[in-house]
């Protein structure tokens, strides 16, 4: 009988296809990223955040890294200066200029789990195979202007190409308008 409630309840956790993380977990992310809801995170990002919390980095560096894996699904719009300049200790401000907020916030996280200098180089350059170029901040402007509802936080490397693609044409404000909300919805 107990082997069959111990496979009953086993499937039952298995069919939810998420296991929650446990309260020692959750007292650990917790300590060093308080805002964060960790009964939100996937059970990757439970896993990373714990790597992070158990990693021998500063406290703030355990934060910021765990809030970023925290915020990875929601992409992030805006990143600190310090998490700028993190990130640009490892990679040229160019390619990270042109990454997104998915790839700054992945690369945050190699940077704050990593435990030595090489291994989150070797990580980054693995990361920066995929790096497709984000918008430019004139290119953004352009596409807020023409169409404010659109959100850009978003964008797939599809999109962003069919919307560069779009914004260097000669059609029309109105024109322009129409496709670009066509492409980001």
């Given at each position: 009988?107990?082997?069959?409630?111990?496979?009953?309840?086993?499937?039952?956790?298995?069919?939810?296809?998420?296991?929650?993380?446990?309260?020692?977990?959750?007292?650990?992310?917790?300590?060093?990223?308080?805002?964060?809801?960790?009964?939100?995170?996937?059970?990757?990002?439970?896993?990373?955040?714990?790597?992070?919390?158990?990693?021998?980095?500063?406290?703030?560096?355990?934060?910021?890294?765990?809030e970023?894996?925290?915020?990875?699904?929601?992409?992030?719009?805006?990143?600190?200066?310090?998490?700028?300049?993190?990130?640009?200790?490892?990679?040229?401000?160019?390619?990270?200029?042109?990454?997104?907020?998915?790839?700054r916030?992945?690369?945050?996280?190699?940077?704050?789990?990593?435990?030595?200098?090489?291994?989150?180089?070797?990580?980054?350059?693995?990361?920066?195979?995929?790096?497709?170029?984000?918008?430019?901040?004139?290119?953004?402007?352009?596409?807020?202007?023409?169409?404010?509802?659109?959100?850009?936080?978003v964008?797939?490397?599809?999109?962003?190409?069919?919307?560069?693609?779009?914004?260097?044409?000669?059609?029309?404000?109105?024109?322009?308008?129409?496709?670009?909300?066509?492409?980001?919805?």
């Amino acid at each position: 009988m107990k082997r069959f409630l111990a496979v009953t309840a086993l499937t039952s956790v298995l069919a939810t296809g998420a296991l929650a993380a446990t309260e020692e977990q959750s007292t650990l992310i917790n300590t060093y990223a308080p805002d964060v809801d960790v009964m939100m995170l996937t059970d990757q990002q439970v896993i990373e955040a714990m790597a992070i919390a158990n990693s021998g980095g500063s406290d703030t560096q355990k934060r910021e890294g765990i809030e970023t894996i925290a915020m990875r699904d929601s992409a992030p719009t805006t990143f600190s200066t310090e998490q700028m300049a993190q990130i640009e200790e490892y990679l040229p401000a160019e390619q990270v200029m042109m990454m997104t907020g998915d790839q700054r916030g992945d690369a945050l996280a190699i940077i704050n789990g990593a435990s030595t200098d090489e291994d989150i180089r070797a990580q980054l350059a693995a990361l920066g195979d995929d790096v497709t170029p984000a918008l430019t901040p004139a290119e953004v402007s352009r596409v807020e202007t023409l169409a404010p509802e659109a959100d850009l936080t978003v964008l797939t490397p599809e999109q962003v190409a069919r919307i560069r693609a779009l914004i260097y044409t000669d059609d029309s404000d109105g024109q322009l308008k129409g496709r670009l909300l066509d492409v980001v919805s």
